[in-house]
């Protein structure tokens, strides 16, 4: 059974950060590219950040500069460094897993930016 748990959201001001970490069980994690998506309510799932096997990275142009996504395959984990956080950064974030066709969601973790 494939599990991608997250954790590491809160309720934060601008300007603030927050690390968020997705772990993974129940796949190869060192073979799945992973990545962050982010939902606001009534809007579209959008890509945040992703990070290929092999450690190469794409991220949003919104975040370039302010976010980093990070691996770490001896715990099966994937981080988010959300840095500079602006109140339109609020949203439900979701960890993503892809390999060969093969793709999974977590549950999502809310990211609240506001004063």
């Known amino acids: 059974q494939v599990q991608l748990v997250e954790s590491g959201g809160g309720l934060v001001q601008p300007g603030g950060s927050l690390r968020l970490s997705c772990a993974a069980s129940g796949i190869i994690f060192s073979r799945y590219a992973m990545g962050w998506y982010r939902q606001a309510p009534g809007k579209q799932r959008d890509m945040v950040a992703r990070?290929?096997?092999?450690?190469?990275?794409v991220y949003a142009d919104s975040v370039k500069g302010r976010f980093t996504i990070s691996r770490d395959n001896a715990k099966a984990t994937v981080y988010l460094q959300m840095s500079s956080l602006k109140a339109e950064d609020t949203a439900v974030y979701h960890c993503?897993?892809?390999?060969?066709?093969?793709?999974?969601w977590g549950q999502g973790t809310q990211v609240t930016v506001s004063s």
């Open positions: 993503h897993a892809s390999f060969l066709g093969n793709d999974y």
């Open positions: 990070i290929r096997s092999g450690g190469s990275t």
